[in-house]
């Protein structure tokens, strides 16, 4: 080889990178400008938990009020407010599978608001990244801020007790 000339397929600059560039698939993303919603980080393999209990979470802390946990009817039926039974448990959980199975889901987020024209409290918007979850608020009365505030404190606080 001659000292000034240059080799082929080397010639400095970087050209190879630009090969391994995949320009993002469009249509993948869900997510648009002014769209209001919170977003949740897993592992990829448990998306479907973490939707599962951010749908839990942002249900029992959305609104004005933060909501008190759920009793069972039937703990409080025989006055005392205790449990007295096995069959008592048994019948909460049945009176309460009874409920979801009427009501049509395990959360209210999948349950369309008559009141919102139909559309849903809580619904997942497509991010096109393994691992990130966004959750879209569809109602106009729900504050992402505000809910998630609520959500932190409460994990703060019993993380302190």
């Known amino acids: 080889a001659m000292p000034g000339a240059k080799r082929s397929g080397q010639g400095g600059g970087g050209g190879g990178k630009r090969q391994n560039y995949h320009p993002p698939t469009p249509g993948v993303s869900?997510?648009?400008?002014?769209?209001?919603?919170?977003?949740?980080?897993?592992?990829?393999h448990l998306e479907r938990q973490a939707i599962r209990e951010g749908?839990?979470?942002?249900?029992?802390?959305?609104?004005?009020?933060?909501?008190?946990p759920a009793e069972p009817a039937a703990a409080c039926a025989d006055g005392g407010g205790v449990a007295t039974g096995a069959n008592t448990a048994a019948d909460a959980l049945a009176a309460e599978l009874a409920g979801l199975r009427r009501d049509g889901a395990a959360d209210g987020s999948d349950v369309p608001d008559p009141a919102a024209g139909g559309r849903r409290r809580f619904s997942v918007a497509q991010t096109g990244c393994t691992g990130s979850i966004v959750i879209r608020f569809g109602l106009p009365t729900d504050d992402p801020l505000a809910t998630s505030t609520r959500v932190m404190e409460a994990a703060v606080a019993s993380a302190e007790s």
């Open 55 to 68: 749908f839990a979470l942002l249900d029992e802390y959305a609104g004005g009020e933060m909501a008190a």
């Open 30 to 44: 869900e997510l648009g400008r002014g769209m209001r919603g919170v977003l949740l980080t897993c592992d990829t």
